[in-house]
């Protein structure tokens, strides 16, 4: 069973930079990893994925939020910066084998992590 762990979420001010980190475990049947969000009454949306190398950003991210992932301790790592108030939501780590069309989508992804939160603190 896959076990995905995030933290590194805070209250941080707009223009401020948070790195979040997932490690996971038993993860040898997944090909991709990736971070997910969620805000208050709003459904969950992709922010970025890794599948064999290649790196996937959701558009209101692309230049702000950097992912990448360190193979040898199956980790992946969100490094935002830029953060707006728009940007508050829990954050919420994945992984599975989504086929490159489905990266985005979060029904795609088979394991999923508890959240860590995001918060302007404006």
């Known amino acids: 069973q896959v076990q995905l762990v995030e933290s590194g979420g805070g209250r941080v001010q707009a223009g401020g930079s948070l790195r979040l980190s997932c490690v996971g475990s038993n993860t040898t049947n997944t090909d991709s990893m990736g971070w997910f969000r969620q805000a208050p009454g709003k459904e969950r949306e992709f922010v970025a994925a890794?599948?064999?190398?290649?790196?996937y950003y959701a558009d209101f991210v692309k230049g702000r939020f950097f992912v990448s992932r360190d193979r040898p301790s199956v980790a992946i790592y969100l490094q935002m910066n830029g953060l707006k108030p728009e940007d508050t939501a829990v954050y919420y780590c994945a992984a599975g084998r989504p086929i490159s069309s489905a990266i985005a989508t979060a029904s795609a992804y088979t394991s999923w992590g508890q959240g860590t939160q995001v918060s302007d603190s404006s």
């Open positions: 890794i599948k064999f190398g290649a790196h």
